[in-house]
């Protein structure tokens, strides 16, 4: 008696909300196919992400060892010239 009932149901269910179970199984995996799409785009994005942070530390490493080089440098106002040491402005 209750799986005629529910038989019935299901039936009276699907013909009120004209339920297709071909049409919600197509749903369904199209809703899938966009989750796995929007989680590759996240990861690519956090991979890149973190490709552009190694390449921003490597450029500020290359510029904090050319600014290594000017911390003793001299500036000769006689001769309005920077100097790299004060060894090379008082041979200048």
Same mark, same amino acid.
Request: no cysteine; charged share 25%.
């Given at each position: 008696?209750?799986?005629?009932?529910?038989?019935t149901?299901?039936?009276?269910?699907?013909?009120?909300?004209?339920?297709?179970?071909? *049409? #919600?199984?197509?749903?369904?995996? &199209?809703?899938? %196919?966009?989750?796995?799409? !929007?989680?590759?785009?996240?990861? =690519?994005?956090?991979? *890149? #992400?973190?490709?552009?942070r190694? &390449?921003?530390? %490597?450029?500020?490493?290359? !510029?904090?060892?050319?600014?290594? =080089?000017?911390?003793?440098?001299?500036?000769?106002?006689?001769?309005?010239?920077?100097?790299?040491?004060?060894?090379?402005a008082?041979?200048?």
């Open positions: 008696m209750q799986r005629s009932h529910w038989r149901f299901q039936r009276i269910f699907k013909k009120r909300y004209a339920y297709d179970s071909v *049409k #919600a199984q197509a749903w369904l995996n &199209q809703q899938a %196919i966009a989750a796995e799409k !929007q989680r590759e785009q996240a990861n =690519s994005a956090a991979y *890149k #992400a973190k490709q552009d190694k &390449q921003n530390e %490597i450029r500020i490493q290359e !510029q904090m060892a050319g600014m290594q =080089s000017l911390v003793n440098a001299v500036y000769d106002s006689s001769t309005r010239r920077w100097y790299a040491s004060p060894e090379a008082a041979a200048a």
